[in-house]
């Protein structure tokens, strides 16, 4: 392991060593490379200050335009016969429009608007700003095209005679073209490989933003820094296999001696073992004993003479003093304990397999035991490791089974009351509903006036009134009904072909009246074409119906409530609703989800509700294999999301489809 350790770090030291290396000969490189453009856009501004402050270039561009004087000392043959680096000169005029100028070989119209990206006006503008008694040059990075070009830039300046104002100066402009050639030559000048121009940094690459006069990046120069870490790597690397070779090697030897001396001392163990196996046996015998402390223990032979047992076993039968022996066939005892003692067996599994305690450990036999005092005792019996004999282990069972006898008897006290509860629920609703409908009935041709008018607005109030609290009173009951078949688990889907359009459509205008008297916006938002899953059309319609009420009730004047669904990647259908409400804290989004939750808070206890409305439609999610989620800020709304799969593809377990047609499907 230590020999690992050391070519390990020795590799290590190298590797590291190189890395360092190359990391170095990266960061020389960027700022040659650096160096390198700034002193080629210096030459640029140089340039283009000696031909910007003269008095010739004022005359011959500023107070007037002369095309001969112009092609004669700022055309190609001679601007580039002087200074071969500039590809381009452009005399650009106070609207930023040539002059004259040439770009390569190509000579430039007069009144040409040169569509530079990188901020070329920006870089007119910044040559005219600086040029007072003197021009101060500029410098950028333009695109033409696919060209890229370096740009220094001076405003035209007269060199003896001041002229009043800058605004609407020419300005001259000298261009280096990034092509092959001038990137070639930077490479041979700070020695690396593959440089060119990219839109963005590839990986092992080393980069240089070039920046336009708009400060934005018009590109970037990308190169491959030499590497001589690489190759201090490669150079040392065979060496260092070969010492680490002839390290192994006396390794393997030193290890080979090793080896011999431990086998020496095996072989030395081995006989020291054989003499103490007696006294191996004597302290497994008394581990177990130890180990089984917690329960009453006996320890015997093969043929049942009791050897060992612990005082809970002894405790557990209740026996008188001295009547367990060493030597004593437990059969026997066992025998007489249930003429003498009043025990008798109440179970005897030794004709069965009996449950393995642990794998590959199943009791030769089981019997349960009731003492005179009714305590229930169970006894099983083991085979010994290696065959060296049998363990009984005795417990005390009567906790467990009182335990067990009360779970049993608080199932059917259960089943009673929820027996009790579902029928109280049906009869109550049964009993509340006859009158109920009657009430809503009748207010409701009271209040369009069906068999005559009513003078008195105080009696159309109250019959309002009366019809709005049975419709209240009535929704409480149906909701406390459908909750309880939820929690029984005797709500059944009623599955059809649904169409989630119809539906959202159908639920959305149950509660547009009231969105709208409220001063609310209502957005709908729906698929272009109708999705069809096979659901529950009306828990849908239900659960969809409770969202958008509490959307509704939650969300004051001005605010908006949105219903939207789509299609997951699962083929469910996610129902979205959401709102600009009060907004519920994160910390009581659970509460809320609670049945008969209601949140503590001066804007929740405005209105008035059950608390059942979230545990119902979270019902009928579970109900489809779906799922139900919330998304709230207090003061910022709520986003309620709830999932309904497709029962197609589920299988829908416990459900049962409806004979009918599909309902709503174009």
Not at 16 to 25: I, N, S
Not at 567 to 588: C, E, N, Y
Request: charged share 20%; aromatic share 6%.
């Amino acid at each position: 392991m230590l020999f690992g350790l050391g070519v390990g770090a020795v590799f290590g030291l190298t590797y590291l060593g190189g890395v360092g290396l190359d990391r170095e000969a990266a960061a020389t490189s960027l700022v040659e490379m650096s160096a390198q453009l700034a002193d080629r856009t210096k030459s640029l501004e140089s340039i283009a200050r000696d031909y910007a402050w003269w008095d010739e270039a004022v005359e011959n561009l500023a107070l007037g335009f002369s095309a001969d004087w112009a092609k004669a000392n700022l055309g190609r043959q001679t601007v580039a016969g002087s200074y071969p680096q500039v590809a381009g000169s452009l005399a650009i005029d106070g609207e930023n429009r040539v002059l004259y100028g040439f770009i390569g070989a190509r000579e430039l119209d007069k009144g040409v608007a040169l569509e530079f990206a990188g901020g070329f006006p920006q870089l007119m503008a910044d040559a005219r700003a600086g040029a007072t008694d003197a021009p101060v040059p500029v410098h950028a990075v333009l695109r033409l095209g696919d060209a890229l070009y370096l740009a220094g830039a001076a405003a035209v300046t007269p060199f003896n005679h001041p002229v009043e104002g800058s605004a609407a100066r020419p300005v001259l402009v000298m261009l280096t073209a990034l092509d092959a050639e001038t990137l070639n030559a930077i490479c041979t000048a700070i020695r690396v490989d593959r440089l060119r121009t990219v839109e963005r940094i590839g990986s092992g690459a080393v980069g240089q933003a070039l920046i336009g006069a708009d400060g934005a990046v018009v590109a970037y120069l990308t190169w491959v820094p030499p590497r001589p870490g690489q190759r201090l790597i490669d150079g040392l690397l065979l060496p260092i296999v070969l010492v680490t070779f002839l390290l192994a090697v006396l390794c393997l030897i030193a290890l080979d001696q090793i080896l011999r001396a431990r086998r020496a001392a095996e072989s030395y163990a081995s006989l020291v073992a054989a003499k103490h196996e007696s006294l191996q046996q004597a302290a497994g015998l008394l581990s177990v004993t130890v180990d089984s402390i917690d329960e009453g223990i006996v320890v015997m032979r093969k043929d049942g003479e009791i050897r060992h047992w612990n005082k809970t076993y002894e405790r557990m039968w209740n026996f008188p003093p001295d009547v367990l022996q060493v030597g004593l066939n437990l059969k026997a005892v066992i025998a007489w304990k249930l003429r003498e003692g009043g025990y008798s067996v109440v179970e005897d599994d030794s004709g069965a397999p009996a449950p393995a305690l642990e794998p590959g450990r199943a009791p030769l036999l089981r019997r349960l035991y009731r003492d005179p005092k009714g305590r229930l005792i169970e006894s099983r019996r083991f085979e010994m490791p290696d065959g060296a004999g049998q363990i009984g282990v005795t417990r005390d069972l009567t906790a467990v089974k009182q335990r067990e006898q009360a779970l049993i008897e608080a199932r059917e006290q259960a089943v009673i009351a929820n027996r009790g509860k579902s029928e109280f629920l049906a009869n109550v609703s049964h009993e509340l509903r006859t009158p109920l409908n009657a009430i809503i009935g009748f207010s409701e041709v009271l209040e369009v006036e069906l068999y005559g008018a009513i003078e008195n607005e105080r009696y159309r109030s109250y019959i309002r009134d009366i019809r709005k609290s049975g419709l209240h009173l009535l929704s409480l009951i149906n909701d406390i009904l459908d909750f309880s078949k939820i929690e029984a688990g005797k709500l059944e889907l009623r599955l059809e072909l649904c169409d989630c359009s119809a539906i959202a459509e159908d639920a959305s205008g149950q509660v547009s009246h009231q969105a709208r008297e409220q001063g609310l916006h209502f957005i709908v938002d729906l698929p272009a074409s109708p999705l069809v899953i096979q659901a529950d059309g009306r828990a849908i319609f239900r659960a969809l119906l409770n969202l958008l009420s509490n959307a509704v009730k939650f969300t004051p004047s001005g605010g908006t409530v949105t219903l939207t669904y789509r299609k997951d990647s699962d083929g469910a259908v996610v129902f979205s609703v959401s709102d600009t409400g009060i907004g519920i804290a994160p910390a009581d989004i659970e509460k809320a989800l609670s049945p008969f939750g209601q949140i503590d808070s001066d804007m929740a206890r405005r209105y008035r509700g059950t608390g059942l409305g979230l545990s119902i439609v979270r019902g009928i999610c579970e109900l489809h294999g779906g799922s139900l989620d919330i998304e709230s800020q207090v003061g910022t709304g709520t986003t309620v999301t709830i999932v309904i799969p497709d029962q197609r593809g589920r299988g829908a377990a416990g459900a049962r489809m409806t004979p009918r047609e599909p309902a709503a499907v174009d």
